[in-house]
């Protein structure tokens, strides 16, 4: 069992000059999953509102949609997503809230969330990452996770795929122990959304 | 007419134009938490012979709903016997960016963005 922190994917941790950022913390012992699912899409939009805000409001070239409801839907997709997986694979323990945060640059967005996991989850997640990353090619993996999805069997983490295909999102990870629990790993997820690749990217059909 | 409704989305079936209806946000907690809407959709394409599914008011549907619409696809693919389209609209963003993606389950599914 590795005792130090692994990382995959270009992990750049968030810099301080960012132009405005959120981190919104969620505990995960304060009331039934369920009951908190709703919450979670509302923190997701929210961003999603607040972030557009920086944005233009003006159509772009024939596209039907505004760079600010572009960003404000890319914002929303991506923040649920990013919160979904980390509710999903977080293991309930009081210490350790998942946060999710979003932080605005001139050229990009990176979201982060961190949650803590049973380090067997982790194990399973982390052999996808390998998977992914290790691909030739996205596209040809996205089909076939989506072939499977669409058979029924199991796990697809079909969001991720999302992200990436369909929005532009760059992912990396960092997984590292935590002293107080050894059956426990801290997640550390980051998602870069490239705000000049919008006219190739999120219009493209 | 069968309906499922509730504060953020509200699915149904209409017989008469052989449509069935998502609207609002879909952000239901993992695939078994779609099955009634899953079930709605399978009934209603086993009603017509020609079922077009209307998203163009669904504005928000997570990955789970999108895997969902997936099984749904596949489910009408092997059945063989009922055409499927899908309408959507060029103003909701995950529909421009995600819908494309159930041709490469059935490359003869109609997806028409209005």
């Known amino acids: 069992m590795s005792q130090s922190s692994e990382q995959f994917g270009r992990f750049v941790e968030p810099s301080g000059n960012s132009k405005e950022y959120l981190t919104l913390h969620f505990s995960p012992s304060a009331s039934a999953r369920q009951e908190r ?3 979670y899409g509302l923190s997701a939009d929210f961003l999603g509102d607040y972030f557009s805000n920086f944005f233009p409001g003006n159509q772009i070239s024939d596209h039907e949609l505004s760079q ?3 960003i404000k839907s890319a914002v929303s997709f991506i923040a649920n997503e990013l919160l979904e997986n980390s509710i999903k694979y977080s293991y309930d323990c009081a210490q350790f809230p998942i946060t999710l945060s979003l932080y605005l640059y001139e050229e990009r967005l990176i979201f982060r969330s961190v949650n803590c996991a049973e380090i067997a989850v982790a194990a399973r997640f982390k052999q996808f990452i390998r998977d992914l990353l290790a691909a030739p090619d996205i596209d040809v993996l996205f089909t076939q996770q989506f072939e499977k999805t669409a058979a029924g069997s199991g796990e697809s983490c079909m969001g991720l795929l999302t992200m990436i295909c369909d929005y532009g999102v760059e992912l990396s990870w960092k997984f590292q122990p935590i002293d107080r629990g050894k059956n426990t790993i801290q997640v550390d997820a980051l998602a870069y959304l490239d705000l000049t690749k919008f006219d190739n990217q999120l219009f493209s059909n | 007419m069968k309906k499922i409704e509730t504060e953020d989305y509200k699915a149904y ?7 069935v209806v998502l609207a609002g946000f879909l952000r239901l907690s993992g695939i078994d938490a779609y099955q009634p809407i899953m079930d709605l959709l399978l009934a209603a394409a086993e009603q017509t012979e020609s079922c077009t599914v209307d998203l163009h008011e669904l504005e928000f549907l997570n990955s789970s709903g999108i895997s969902m619409l997936s ?4 489910r009408i693919r092997d059945s063989v016997t009922t055409k499927l389209s899908f309408v959507g609209s060029k103003k909701v963003l995950w529909q421009v960016r995600s819908l494309k993606n159930l041709k490469r389950l059935m490359p003869n599914l109609e997806i028409t963005l209005l």
């Open chain 2, 13 to 19: 079936f209409d017989p008469e134009a052989s449509q």
């Open chain 1, 68 to 70: 600010k409801d572009t």
């Open chain 1, 37 to 39: 699912w709703q919450n």
């Open chain 2, 71 to 74: 099984m749904f696809v596949v």
